[in-house]
């Protein structure tokens, strides 16, 4: 297990390009999150999926993002038509299912990939 | 909506010193954790505490959680310029499950030679 990976690291792109990111949790873990951190910020969550499905999505992903998680294993964040405000770092972290008691688990996150939009 | 806020914004240190970074919340803190980040990369997780008045350590960081689980700080013991970095303090929005994480804006750390 070699941890979170996330690609690709850096993207460059147009505005008004497409662009997907994909992100591999650790193996055995069923919850994947999705966050974007801008310069001098902490990371802001985006959505997330237990499995496959998507429970949540925040009210930053606009109807231009979408993120699937087939098969709950691997992830992709796609942005259309993408925007100068949409350069930042996008995060994503991976955890096994915490209980309904409130135990938690650890929150472990990919490298992130930093999108620049021009 | 939870907030953390994070104190000092940043440090500048000399090797060698101690040094304590806090994280404070507006509402109780149902877990609480600490990773580090290297500029343009992603998080390290260091350490994560839910219970009130808890405490965990890892080679010289040591975190804790006060009783009321309201405010938790990192200590750092005879630092290294390994350790300079961004701290981030996050917390989970609600209970009952591992859910999506709240962050503070994050601690610069330098840590002179």
């Known amino acids: 297990d070699t941890g979170v990976s996330q690609n690709p690291r850096h993207k460059i792109t147009k505005r008004g390009q497409n662009v997907t990111f994909r992100c591999d949790p650790i193996?055995?873990?069923?919850?994947l999150y999705w966050y974007r951190q801008t310069l001098g910020q902490g990371p802001e969550f985006l959505t997330y999926?237990?499995?496959?499905?998507?429970?949540?999505k925040s009210r930053l992903l606009s109807d231009r993002f979408s993120a699937e998680r087939p098969k709950g294993s691997f992830s992709t964040l796609e942005i259309q038509r993408t925007e100068q405000g949409d350069s930042a770092m996008y995060l994503c972290a991976s955890s096994l299912l915490g209980t309904p008691s409130g135990v938690y688990n650890e929150q472990f996150f990919g490298p992130g990939t930093r999108l620049t939009v021009l | 909506s939870q907030e953390l806020e994070q104190s000092p914004q940043s440090l500048i240190v000399q090797e060698g010193k101690n040094l304590t970074i806090n994280c404070t919340s507006s509402?109780?803190?149902?877990?609480l954790y600490w990773y580090k980040q290297k500029y343009g990369e992603g998080l390290i997780f260091l350490m994560m505490l839910q219970k009130g008045g808890e405490e965990k350590s890892h080679e010289k960081i040591t975190a804790k959680l006060d009783e009321k689980k309201q405010q938790s700080s990192l200590h750092i013991t005879a630092s290294q310029p390994s350790h300079a970095g961004i701290y981030l303090c996050g917390a989970p929005s609600s209970g009952g499950s591992n859910y999506k994480l709240t962050f503070g804006k994050g601690t610069l750390l330098t840590v002179n030679p």
């Open positions: 999926f237990q499995n496959e499905a998507q429970l949540e």
């Open positions: 509402k109780t803190l149902y877990g």
């Open positions: 193996s055995e873990h069923n919850r």
